[in-house]
């Protein structure tokens, strides 16, 4: 008996050298200078830092580094609003400027219909940015509908930013405080943050360019819950895995998140091969994928490339963050090392929509 587990442990060990000398091949490939992956089956992980915080310099990436989450902020916030729903503070359905009147929607009487639901499903209506959100100005500039709100799936930070102010207007608190109240500290995630955090200069990621160039460290100042996310893969797992749980939620609200509330058919944009296998849930991407359905997701900041993927049926998840701009670039081939051959179908929607 001793002698088989000590074989079964050998081989593990083999092949997760053989899976990390091919992820270190994408890299370079892709010019990506660092990775942090982690691939969950419920209690059992196997975990990757691989490459250079910043290209050039000798500091590797750890498994403490931390990384620009981007969009994978989101899911967060996602989760974050759910929990507010089942305390009853925060009604899916009701208008969201009847919580809260943003100036910023004062031109624009269609808002009045926008709902939380429609936020989370991508279906406000509202640009993905009415500016620059790191610029001066966007703080107070207008805020105008795309199309009419509920009639076709258009990604939106904007409107996760509107179900932020909500969310801070109806628990009294900043977004960063309501994050670390309702999913840090609860899921044990010690190395996240959605504003700039002085420890983090110790070991915080570098971003790159599309040539692996570096580009800077960004500090935000003030927490947006749509893109400004600082964390580590390890951190994103636990989280994913207690997405999977349900945990912190009722189970009807946990089903929100794994159950289609509408297609992901984008605005104006030319069905692709892939629409038929994509839909979206309260918050987060839904895949018919060949190894199940998954939730996912994609995080993009340009210097800042990331994606998840995580199957309920079997507690499974997937997730990696990249310093890079080509880091998306990685996905499929990520996923067939990983998870096995066959379609996963999220970088063609992705493309498509391009």
């Known amino acids: 008996m001793i002698r088989i587990l000590t074989a079964l442990l050998l081989l593990s060990a083999l092949a997760c050298q053989a899976q990390q000398a091919q992820l270190l091949v994408l890299l370079k490939q892709h010019r990506v200078p660092g990775l942090q992956l982690v691939h969950a089956r419920g209690k059992s992980q196997q ?23 981007a969009s994978l902020s989101k899911v967060v916030l996602a989760y974050a609003a759910l929990r507010l729903h089942d305390r009853g503070l925060l009604d899916l359905d009701r208008p969201l400027q009847e919580y ?20 989370l499903t991508h279906r406000a209506g509202l640009p993905n940015w009415a500016a620059n959100p790191l610029s001066a100005q966007w703080a107070g500039s207008a805020l105008q509908l795309k199309v009419a709100p509920d009639s076709c799936w ?7 930013v509107l179900l932020q102010r909500v969310l801070e207007q109806l628990s009294g608190q900043s977004w960063q405080a309501l994050a670390q109240a309702e999913v840090f500290g609860p899921l044990a995630m010690v190395r996240s943050s959605f504003v700039w955090q002085p420890w983090f200069a110790l070991d915080a990621s570098c971003g790159h360019d ?58 104006g944009t030319p069905p692709s ?41 079997r507690q499974e998840s997937v997730v990696f963050f990249t310093n890079g701009a080509n880091g998306l670039q990685l996905t499929d081939d ?6 096995g051959p066959g379609e996963y179908w999220t970088s063609q929607w992705l493309a498509a929509g391009q």
């Not at 915080?53 to 498994?63: E, I, K």
């Not at 009147?101 to 936020?119: F, Y």
């Not at 258009?154 to 996760?160: A, D, L, T, V, W």
């Not at 987060?284 to 993009?300: E, F, I, K, M, N």
């Open 210 to 267: 599309a040539q692996g160039q570096p580009t800077e460290v960004k500090q935000f100042a003030a927490p947006n819950g749509a893109f400004s996310l600082m964390t580590t893969a390890t951190d994103y797992s636990r989280f994913l895995q207690a997405v999977l749980r349900g945990e912190g939620l009722q189970p009807a609200t946990a089903q929100l998140l794994r159950t289609p509330a509408t297609a992901a058919n984008r605005c």
């Open 47 to 69: 975990r990757y830092a691989l490459g250079l915080r910043r290209a050039g310099d000798r500091p590797p990436v750890d498994a403490s580094t931390v990384f620009q989450a």
């Open 100 to 119: 809260y009147a943003n100036p910023r929607l004062q031109a624009e009487p269609r808002a009045a219909r926008i709902t939380a639901r429609m936020v």
């Open 154 to 160: 258009n990604y939106s930070g904007e409107g996760f």
């Open 273 to 313: 091969p892939a629409d038929a296998h994509i839909s979206w849930a309260c918050g987060v991407g839904l895949v018919s994928t060949s190894r199940g359905p998954a939730l996912w997701h994609w995080g993009d900041n340009g210097d800042f490339k990331n994606f998840f993927v995580a199957f309920p049926d």
């Open 334 to 339: 990520i996923l067939r090392l990983l998870l």
